[in-house]
T-cell receptor, first 113, second 111 residues
Framework: NAGVTQTPKFQVLKTGQSMTLQCAQD?????MSWYRQDPGMGLRLIHY???????DQGEVPNGYNVSRSTTEDFPLRLLSAAPSQTSVYFC????????????FGPGTRLTVL | GENVEQHPSTLSVQEGDSAVIKCTYS??????FPWYKQELGKGPQLIID?????GEKKDQRIAVTLNKTAKHFSLHITETQPEDSAVYFC??????????FGTGTRLQVTL
């Protein structure tokens, strides 16, 4: 049981480039989320999904796209990277009932030059 | 939307002393309050949580208290050890997938 896995661990992009951050979980969790972590700002919700085929916006969705074609995978896409998207990105998953524990992945550190 | 404030931003204690971190939240509908510990280079890990129908919860050296009327909750760590050094985040939620986090407290336990 690997839990929540994220790839890559580190990534450097140039402004305007696109990329996809991968997230997968093997716990059969319905709920998956993406957060970004910036110094002094805690973690902020970008997008979340309550099940395959269903996604919704969080607090800071601009510049990011998501899709959920399977229960296991929840990729985050940056269509045209900007320096403001330099951050550490965390994926999380939970069973979905209110108050269930969210399990976080190890994170992806993204730098946009 | 929900807003969570966390204090202090840094906390230094001597080994064996107690540490207290406090959070306030704004949305009275929030009903789930987890605390996460984040070690350097890792993702946050749940250490304890409390639901709105409970006033206090304890797990060995860690305890959390909740005051719904005042809309604040606190993390208490007793007999601190060097391995407690990390960044701690509080959060509030009324749904499973939408946690609102505080800004974090960096705890340093000195020998």
């Amino acid at each position: 049981n690997a839990g929540v896995t994220q790839t890559p661990k580190f990534q450097v992009l140039k402004t305007g480039q696109s990329m996809t951050l991968q997230c997968a979980q093997d716990m059969n969790h319905e709920y998956m989320s993406w957060y970004r972590q910036d110094p002094g700002m805690g973690l902020r919700l970008i997008h979340y999904s309550v099940g395959a085929g269903i996604t919704d916006q969080g607090e800071v969705p601009n510049g990011y796209n998501v899709s959920r074609s399977t229960t296991e995978d929840f990729p985050l896409r940056l269509l045209s990277a900007a320096p403001s998207q330099t951050s550490v990105y965390f994926c999380a998953s939970s069973y979905g009932l209110a108050g269930d524990t969210q399990y976080f992945g190890p994170g992806t550190r993204l730098t946009v030059l | 939307g929900e807003n969570v404030e966390q204090h202090p931003s840094t906390l230094s204690v001597q080994e064996g002393d107690s540490a207290v971190i406090k959070c306030t939240y704004s949305d009275s509908a929030s009903n789930y309050f987890p605390w996460y510990k984040q070690e350097l280079g890792k993702g946050p890990q749940l250490i304890i949580d409390i639901r709105s129908n409970v006033g206090e919860k304890k797990d060995q050296r860690i305890a959390v208290t909740l005051n719904k009327t005042a809309k604040h909750f606190s993390l208490h760590i007793t007999e601190t050890q060097p391995e407690d050094s990390a960044v701690y985040f509080c959060a509030a939620s009324k749904t499973a997938s939408k946690l609102t986090f505080g800004t974090g407290t960096r705890l340093q336990v000195t020998l």
